[in-house]
Every structure is written in structure tokens, then in C-alpha cells.
């Protein structure tokens, strides 16, 4: 037995070193590539994947995981071998259930469909992209057949970022969220603006970039074993447990977008750097689901970072540095510009109350039309009456409405959006989990330490990497199932007290 985990552990990790190869051109490409690289680059990119998908769909594989299901089935559930061959064998069924003609179909249909959106968005297009968008449903209810069995046709999509999670779950989680925000929102936009034009002031690129490494170094991110490049949309990105890379923007007139930005991919990265070294170069060395993975970079960004006792620790600091723009800006000012709410069209500058809307609202929409009850050309229209409904706002075309995002135009539609919304839910009950064992934290926060906030997430959550899907880590950190209600406690202390709700 020990021979053949040995050589699944080697196969394993060539398919491993083939993806953090990709990883490390992606990420060349997205910070310093010059654009001359970029017909190379996207062959070079797919050369490495073919050859990791045909590794790892290797019959030898499946063959091996047969023979090791006895010693699997010998160990406890939790131990490092038993999990590596369950966790393998979970995604050796998703590779090798999709025909590699099928696949190639996807690849050819996504890049096309993703050139054709990038045109039309600014052009206002949508009738370009429509025959696109009806071919990329099709192609996604025929990979959701390649695993029959299935409640709702979203399940096996919704399944390859946030494994377990079903739709008609997270459709009543997300109507009950919907039920508590949309007169939340009602609530907050009747009463005042805050005022935020103290972010929209000149504030130097190097200055921005420097006090942002400040905090996450705080924060307990390790240079040693990462590194911070812009780009154009920040990400996170990891070669190995010892290389976990971040990115971000800068914008000059407007503060918020580098430091949140940075908050946030430091958090993915927080995460992926507190998985036990052990697990490196194996399927476990990563974050367990997309809404996991969002839990951490919300709950450094938003719970801690847009907090009031971390600001009473580092708003002095940041006068400090910008003395000019902010030296006549009271800390209560700043804090509440940070953390306006509005109505607004476009989900990825929407407030933490508000950003649950836009994200439901795309949810819902590819739900209806992976079931065949909304037909494309009815999309445009769709959106403007559920934002009306939600938002009260409408856009005035379909380049802030239905072409916002590129998810829908990037191959398959379905299982892409959820994520966000659950990461924002879980960011709350781990928090409160958190505090309700240690409740120094938010005194510590307010002195800028960090460090037991962070043992106890790298403790329950990511020593661990994807040993256990969503729910199970949900369970064993709360006793319990995925639930809003921390997160609605969340938002109305935080914004109660912001505004009279
Ligand atoms: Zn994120």
C-alpha cells in the first residue's frame, strides 16, 4: 500500500508542478508581460494545461485510487492520507467524466465568446454576445449531464467551485438574506449620504503602496514566502506553500481601491499560507471552496479592515503619511466614508450591504436560464426589473447592466457567483466564532495585533487547506450548518450604529 500511495503521491505532484508552471506565467502575464508575449503565452498556457489534464486523467490514477479505497476506508476520515485519496478521487471522477472532445469545444467557445464580450461591453452590444451566450448555456447543461443524478441542472457547475453546495440550498439561504437586505438598503439610503470625498483627494502611488504593506505585514503576511505586483484586476496566486503572490491597483485619486484591494488578496493569501507545509505539492494544498476562500479575504478586508478599533489604531498613522489630504479629516469622518452604502450599478464597487444584491441577483438570473424559463434575448430586460426591484436604480445600458461582468462570457454560465455571497456569509459565523473564543480580539485589533485572530483561523481553518468540503468545515468550526444569522447581527451592529436604522 505504501508503495502505491508513494506513486500516486508522484503522479500527483508532476500534475502540480505542471499547474504552478501555469500559474507562474499567468501571473507574468497579468504584471509584467509587454503585450508582444501574448499569442506565446496563451499557447504556452494551453500546451502546460493539456499536459496536466492528461496526466491526471490518467487511467493509472484511477486504477491506483481503486486499489489504495481499502487502506483509505483503515485510516480516520481526517488523517492526511485518507483525505489526499478522497479529495483525489472527488476530482478524478469531475476530470474524467467530461469527454476531452467536449472539453476542447468549451476552451474553443470560451476564448471566442470572451473576445466577442470584450468588444461589445464598451460598444454596448448585447446582440454580439447573445449568440455566444445561448451556445454557452447549451454547452453548460451538457457538462451538467456528464454527472447525472443531480437535483437541479446548477448543482454540478455550482459543484466544481463550492463542492456540496446545491442550488435549492442556496436558493432559500439566498432568499433569506434577500428578505433582510432589501429593506436594510431601504433603511440606510433614506437617511443621509456619508460623505466620502476625503478618499477622492491626491494621494502618490508609492505612499498608497507602502502604507498598504504596512498593515499586512501587521496582518502577518510573509514576505519571505510571498511578494505584492499591480495589475489591472487584483488576484492571488500561489506557485507553492513557499510562494504565495499577491497583486494590486492603484488608483491615485481615490485611496480606497489599493488599500482594500490589498486587505482582501492578502487574506486569500493568509489563508494559503497557513496550510500545514506538509500538504505541499498535494491536491489538499488549497483553499477548500470559492466561498471559503472568499470568507477570508471579506473577513480581513471587512470585519477587521473596515472596522472601527482597527481604525482608532491606524488612522493616526495614515494622517501621519498623508498630513495634507488628511490632517483636518476626523477619524469618524474617515470611518464612515469607507463604509458608505448606496444604491449602485456595478457589483464590484458595491458596499459590503449592497454587494449581495448584485450578486443574487446574477444567481438567480442563470438559474432561470440554465432551466430554460428565461431565454436570452429576455436577459437585458430581466436584469433592469430586478435591479429596479432590489437596487431601485437602472442603468442606462446594457454595458453597466447585463455586460458587466465577464463570468457569463468566459465559457460556462452557472456556479461562478454564489461564491461571493457565501464568502460574505461565512466571514461572519467565523468571525463570531472567533471572538466568542477569544474575546481580546477586538482590543487587539484596536492596537493593531493580530496574531491571535490569526491562530485561530490558521488553527480551525487553514492548517487544514481542502481536506474538508464547505460544509464539513462549517460544522466542525460551529457544530452546526451554514446559517446568515451572524452575518445579519454583523451588519446591523456595524451599520446601525452608522445609521439610524
Ligand atoms: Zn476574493
Redesign the pocket.
Known amino acids: 500500500m505504501e508503495k502505491k500511495l508513494q506513486e500516486l503521491k508522484t503522479r500527483l505532484l508532476e500534475v502540480n508542478d505542471l499547474n504552478s508552471a501555469t500559474a507562474v506565467l499567468q501571473w507574468d502575464q497579468s504584471t509584467y508581460m509587454p503585450p508582444g508575449g501574448a499569442a506565446a503565452r496563451g499557447r504556452q498556457m494551453a500546451t502546460l494545461g493539456r499536459l496536466a489534464h492528461e496526466k491526471f486523467t490518467d487511467p493509472a490514477i484511477g486504477k491506483l485510487l481503486d486499489e489504495l479505497r481499502p487502506y483509505e476506508e483503515s485510516l480516520p476520515y481526517d488523517s492526511d492520507d485518507a483525505s489526499l485519496i478522497r479529495v483525489t478521487r472527488r476530482a478524478y471522477e469531475k476530470a474524467t467524466k467530461v469527454p476531452p472532445t467536449l472539453l476542447a469545444e468549451v476552451y474553443a467557445h470560451s476564448a471566442a465568446a470572451y473576445q466577442t464580450w470584450a468588444k461589445a461591453r464598451p460598444e454596448n452590444d448585447f446582440a454580439a454576445v447573445q449568440p455566444y451566450l445561448e451556445k454557452g448555456i447549451e454547452y453548460s447543461r451538457r457538462i451538467a449531464d456528464c454527472f447525472p443524478g443531480y437535483d437541479h441542472i446548477a448543482d454540478p457547475l455550482i459543484d466544481f467551485s463550492d463542492e456540496g453546495m446545491k442550488a435549492e440550498t442556496l436558493r432559500r439561504i439566498f432568499t433569506e438574506l434577500r428578505r433582510e437586505l432589501v429593506p436594510l438598503v431601504q433603511a440606510i439610503t433614506a437617511a443621509e449620504p456619508a460623505d466620502d470625498s476625503c478618499l477622492h483627494q491626491y494621494f502618490p502611488e508609492d505612499k498608497q503602496l507602502a502604507f498598504g504593506l504596512e498593515i499586512i505585514k501587521d496582518y502577518g503576511y510573509d514576505f519571505n514566502r510571498g511578494r505584492q505586483d499591480k495589475t489591472h484586476h487584483p488576484f ?1 496566486t500561489k506557485f507553492s506553500l513557499g510562494d504565495v503572490r499577491i497583486t494590486t491597483r492603484v488608483k491615485e485619486n481615490d485611496l480606497s481601491e489599493a488599500l482594500f484591494s490589498t486587505l ?2 492578502a487574506g ?1 493569501a493568509l489563508y494559503e499560507q497557513g496550510i500545514r507545509m506538509e500538504l505541499d505539492g498535494t491536491p489538499l494544498a488549497g483553499g477548500t471552496s470559492s466561498g471559503v ?2 470568507s477570508q ?2 473577513l480581513w478586508e471587512n470585519l477587521v479592515g473596515r472596522s472601527r478599533p482597527f481604525w482608532q489604531h491606524y488612522y493616526p498613522k495614515l494622517q501621519a503619511v498623508f498630513p495634507n489630504q488628511l490632517g483636518n479629516v476626523s477619524l469618524d469622518t474617515f470611518y464612515r466614508a469607507i463604509n458608505k452604502v448606496q444604491r449602485s450599478l456595478i457589483r464590484t464597487d458595491a458596499d459590503e450591504v449592497t454587494y449581495n444584491l448584485h450578486v443574487m441577483i446574477r444567481f438567480d438570473l442563470e438559474l432561470a436560464l440554465l432551466e430554460g424559463k428565461l431565454a436570452v434575448k429576455d436577459l437585458p430586460d430581466a436584469w433592469h426589473a430586478r435591479y429596479e426591484e432590489d437596487l431601485g436604480v437602472r442603468a442606462p445600458d446594457d454595458r453597466d447592466g447585463v455586460l458587466q461582468d465577464v463570468h457569463w462570457y468566459g465559457g460556462l454560465v452557472g456556479g461562478a457567483f454564489q461564491g461571493y455571497t457565501l ?1 460574505n456569509i461565512m466571514s461572519a459565523l467565523f468571525f463570531e466564532k472567533a471572538l466568542e473564543a477569544h474575546p481580546e480580539i477586538s482590543d487587539e485589533i484596536g492596537r493593531g495585533e493580530f496574531g491571535t485572530l490569526l491562530r485561530w483561523l490558521q488553527e480551525n481553518i487553514y492548517q487544514h487547506g481542502s481536506k474538508f468540503t464547505a460544509d464539513e468545515l462549517i460544522e466542525r468550526v460551529t457544530g452546526g450548518p451554514l446559517t446568515i444569522e451572524p452575518y445579519i447581527r454583523y451588519l446591523r451592529h456595524k451599520f446601525g450604529e452608522l445609521y439610524p436604522l
Open positions: 492571488m482582501h488578496e486569500h476562500h472568499e479575504s471579506r464568502g
